[in-house]
């Protein structure tokens, strides 16, 4: 396990072969064997395998084609449509119409997608994360009739790899890591934390084509930028709370 994990890479092009059956449910079995808060397992995973969704998926992920070529796709969603209708049919009256149940069951559904990329690898498969699950949720919840209580959080492009990427590279252990309390950083400690980021070659390619000063700004101006993290975390609030989860009474 320890293997897979130091090699873990993230896979964009992949065979058109399909996963057995048998491969596959032991995988999203062994997904069902994360951590859960009180064992309420308040999440769900839609597996889809037919090309005209992806085909809707693929548009919904902003066009990223290892959404088409992998020929599993998994939607990893909180959910808790399920409990509340197994407590009401129970004489229970559920109180999970609020932000922090959506926030539980969001962890639970990132630990079950962890499971399963591992579980995946360990068979042989690839795997990429796909983020835009929560950029693009109103669109998911039409695409796979997600209901009231259910928010997609996250997801998987799963398939064979056709490719042999290199290992990305991961900022030191000590950059992550704070022993007894948080340790807050200095300048001197970002500096020796990002060195080795910023002087790799494909670094300074990055900047050679988006004609930056700094790696920095690449994130900022270009990649990850205010207006669009701004505009994404309104839209995503609004589909939290049209799926049920911000009642604060």
């Known amino acids: 396990m320890l293997d897979t994990i130091f090699n873990h890479k993230s896979i964009r092009k992949y065979k058109q072969k399909l996963i057995e059956d048998k491969v596959l449910e032991e995988i999203l079995a062994a997904g069902t064997r994360a951590s859960t808060t009180g064992n309420m397992q308040v999440y769900s995973m839609v597996v889809t395998r037919d090309k005209e969704i992806r085909s809707q998926l693929w548009e919904a992920h902003f066009k990223q084609n290892m959404v088409l070529q992998a020929p599993v796709h998994i939607t990893f969603c909180a959910d808790f449509n399920r409990f509340n209708k197994w407590c009401r049919q129970r004489k229970a009256i559920p109180g999970y119409d609020n932000f922090l149940s959506f926030f539980t069951a969001a962890i639970d559904a990132l630990l079950v997608s962890q499971n399963v990329a591992l579980a995946a690898e360990t068979h042989g498969l690839g795997i990429c994360y796909l983020g835009t699950a929560t950029y693009m949720a109103e669109k998911i919840i ?37 022993y007894e309390k948080y340790k807050d950083y200095s300048e001197k400690d970002i500096n020796k934390i990002y060195e080795d980021k910023e002087g790799l070659e494909q670094t300074l390619q990055l900047l050679k084509e988006n004609k930056k000063e700094t790696l920095a700004q690449i994130f900022t101006d270009n990649r990850y930028t205010k207006k669009d993290n701004v505009f994404f975390s309104k839209e995503f609030l609004k589909v939290i709370e049209k799926q049920g989860f911000m009642n604060n009474e």
């Open 142 to 178: 039409d695409i796979l009739n997600l209901p009231i209580g259910v928010v997609p959080v996250a997801a998987l492009a799963l398939g064979y790899p056709d490719e042999e990427p290199e290992l990305t590279d991961r900022i030191p252990l000590d950059g992550v890591i704070h």
